[in-house]
């Protein structure tokens, strides 16, 4: 998926990219964009050397949807079924489903907020510059 965006400042190799919101947005809720704003910021490596101010085309990759989707609402579904699974084979009493469900989700959220800064680094969830769009739309440096 690409966006156009400008950069709003540069950190080393990384760019700060801010977004238009676009149409498609509207009813999805999934990304970074906040409820009564029209821009979000993403962090893409600068891949082709773009100054702050330049508008920019960023490259997301589709896979980084689906893996985020897998684990903010896959993995919980799995916990609450172990909590169901472990309550009927020992427990046997329904409230610890709910116990072991809130636990489970709550390590689970827990390990991904402490794992957040390593799963930046996986490719799925990375975005990069791909090209500088230039006022007269003609020439691109790549």
């Known amino acids: 998926m690409t966006e156009r965006g400008v950069i709003t400042e540069i950190k080393g190799k990384t760019a700060v990219v801010s977004v238009d919101k676009k149409a498609e947005c509207a009813g999805c809720g999934l990304c970074l964009f906040k ?81 957040d800064k390593k799963l930046k680094n996986i490719g799925a969830f990375n975005s990069r510059i791909v090209s500088v769009i230039t006022p007269d739309n003609s020439d691109t440096k790549e």
């Open 35 to 115: 409820e009564g704003t029209n821009k979000a910021e993403f962090y893409a490596k600068n891949t082709v050397d773009a100054k702050t101010g330049d508008t920019v085309m960023i490259e997301r990759s589709d896979s980084g949807k689906f893996l985020g989707a897998v684990l903010a609402f896959f993995v919980p579904l799995i916990l609450i079924g172990l909590a169901v699974l472990i309550n009927y084979l020992f427990i046997k009493n329904e409230i610890w489903i709910l116990i072991l469900s809130v636990a489970f989700i709550a390590v689970w959220y827990a390990a991904l907020a402490f794992l």
